[in-house]
């Protein structure tokens, strides 16, 4: 055989390789279509989602500016599937759209979209949407209604029938557990005893000015006055995307969501005193409860609104706010510790305990100087370190870098504080009064994270903005804000993927948020599901270096990942 001859029948066999062996993402898709409306032909932006029958996940892609959609073949499995669509002012024609995917074969689809009635209209709205319309001053909005969302949407309000002198007392039954949902609400443990009833007295003068705004943009007076404004639809890259998103048993809550050394995704319940696990690959979840810790018959709220973890050694440590202490959880041998450190927080740090063994917790409440506990996981012994009377250190979340130091701050908070691991000493750094953005005018920190820079990110809940601290910098260069560039959004949560990428989340906005850090580039993914976001957990990013995000539908039972396809 010649020389040629080889090496033509090598590179034969090299194409075919190459052909055989070619990525899943080169093969002809599952399903193609296009998504039109006769108001505008052609629709980018609009939300396409396949739920397999008897299925627990939806998948979900985004047409693009020809109207185009597709669906990767190692997306779906042969089966029929039921189609559903979001887009703002538009409702699927036919509400009953399925489709059949084969193994072999391409399915097409061409969806059309109608008008939406004033009712599917309302029900479509996102928290941001109702903000914009309210003909109220922004800064009342931000001040009376800003925190609904932990329990609600503002499509409750916006909907409900009652009067000004009515919903003062409407008000003073909502003053539910910060742990409560549309599902399950709980009377903070004063309250328990009159459970809502008229007995809890007068409202408050709060109560009565939230009344007030409510009956000046609800429907006790008739139909809405004010018109209904939307958000544009997502276009260029955040329609090249690809969410996937799993069904929990019904009454799962999940707060946090941490990916496990296998891959698996562990979250905790808003309101139950639960831990579960998501496996991604089949779907299965598993749940374990922890006893009821409080007095019986004391009806103290249920439910753990942080998890952190997992430790060198795979377990998990959950924030029992509820009930007080600390929560520990073993997957191998699926049982529960609790302790009972000093903080009466629900926040403790032990990204470090695999370098020391020590942990951090926080003092949440109004004590003198405040209090940051240095603890030893063997012992649970402590020591404590205290801020000043003029600068305490409350903290609603903390966060320890790569030397074990540990940064906090509280809402509302004008500075950030650090304690060196070493020397115990602490640092101030104030936070600055601009930018803030649309809708938001308030400071301080909902939830962060270090990066490997050992930087803090942190969502500015109140301040509309995005937080870096890096203490390396000169003074005055070591913090930057960057506004959020979407009105009402409320990030909760940041985290940096290492790429040049942030990250962050709006708690009622349905949407997360990618900031490119150098050239200061947003893209907004709007979410196939209504979605109340706290903390956010970052999928880090792959060979192709795109990473994404997974989050937790804290009022839904459902958890979502987010994969962008574009830079």
Not at 112 to 117: A, F, H, I, P, Q
Not at 360 to 385: C, F, K, M, N, S
Not at 448 to 464: E, F, H, K, N, V
Request: proline share 6%.
């Amino acid at each position: 055989m010649s020389m040629r001859a080889v090496r033509r029948s090598t590179l034969l066999t090299l194409l075919a390789v190459l052909f055989w062996s070619a990525p899943a993402a080169a093969q002809a898709p599952a399903l193609t279509g296009r998504v039109t409306s006769a108001a505008e032909g052609a629709m980018e932006g609009v939300l396409v989602s396949l739920k397999r029958e008897g299925g627990t996940k939806t998948v979900t892609v985004v047409s693009r500016a020809d109207g185009s959609y597709s669906f990767p073949r190692e997306r779906l499995t042969p089966g029929r599937y039921a189609v559903t669509t979001r887009a703002v002012r538009y409702v699927l024609a036919d509400r009953n759209t399925s489709v059949e995917i084969a193994a072999n074969a391409t399915a097409k689809l061409d969806l059309t979209l109608r008008d939406g009635n004033p009712l599917e209209l309302a029900l479509q709205l996102t928290d941001p949407e109702w903000f914009a319309s309210y003909p109220l001053d922004d800064r009342l909005k931000w001040e009376l209604f800003r925190d609904c969302s932990r329990c609600h949407t503002m499509r409750r309000p916006s909907m409900s029938t009652y009067d000004a002198e009515e919903l003062a007392f409407v008000m003073q039954r909502m003053v539910y557990s910060a742990g409560s949902s549309p599902m399950r609400f709980q009377l903070p443990a004063n309250a328990t005893p009159h459970w809502g009833r008229a007995e809890g007295g007068e409202p408050s003068a709060l109560q009565r000015r939230q009344a007030e705004a409510v009956a000046a943009i609800n429907l006790h007076a008739g139909m809405w006055s004010y018109e209904l404004k939307t958000m544009p639809r997502p276009k260029g890259k955040e329609t090249e995307v690809i969410y996937t998103t799993w069904d929990l048993p019904a009454t799962a809550r999940p707060h946090d969501t941490r990916i496990a050394a296998d891959g698996s995704i562990f979250f905790n319940h808003f309101n139950d005193n639960a831990i579960g696990r998501l496996d991604p690959k089949t779907g299965e979840v598993k749940e374990w409860r922890w006893p009821y810790r409080a007095k019986e018959g004391s009806f103290q709220p249920t439910g753990a609104r942080t998890l952190m973890g997992p430790d060198q050694d795979g377990r998990w440590y959950i924030g029992n706010q509820a009930q007080s202490g600390v929560v520990v959880f073993d997957p191998k041998t699926e049982q529960f510790e609790f302790h009972d450190p000093p903080g009466g927080g629900e926040m403790i740090d032990v990204s470090g305990a695999r370098v020391d063994g020590n942990a951090w917790r926080a003092v949440a409440g109004p004590v003198a100087g405040g209090g940051v506990y240095q603890i030893d996981l063997d012992t649970w012994q402590h020591v404590e370190i205290k801020g000043t009377t003029e600068k305490p250190l409350y903290a609603y979340d903390i966060a320890a870098d790569s030397r074990k130091n540990v940064y906090g701050s509280a809402r509302g908070a004008q500075y950030v504080w650090r304690i060196d691991a070493k020397t115990r000493a602490v640092q101030y750094f104030d936070i600055p009064s601009e930018p803030r953005g649309v809708g938001s005018f308030g400071t301080g920190m909902r939830r962060g994270i270090t990066d490997s820079q050992d930087r803090l990110w942190w969502g500015g809940y109140d301040g509309g903005f995005i937080g870096m601290l890096d203490p390396r910098k000169p003074a005055g260069e070591q913090m930057k804000l960057h506004a959020v560039p979407f009105p009402f959004f409320f990030p909760y949560d940041a985290h940096y993927d290492e790429r040049g990428y942030t990250w962050t989340g709006g708690i009622y906005a349905d949407r997360v948020a990618r900031m490119n850090v150098e050239s200061g580039e947003w893209n907004f993914y709007l979410l196939p599901f209504e979605a109340n976001i706290r903390d956010v957990n970052l999928q880090p990013a792959a060979r192709d270096g795109l990473s994404g995000l997974w989050i937790g539908h804290t009022h839904q039972a459902m958890i979502t990942l987010v994969e962008p396809l574009a830079r």
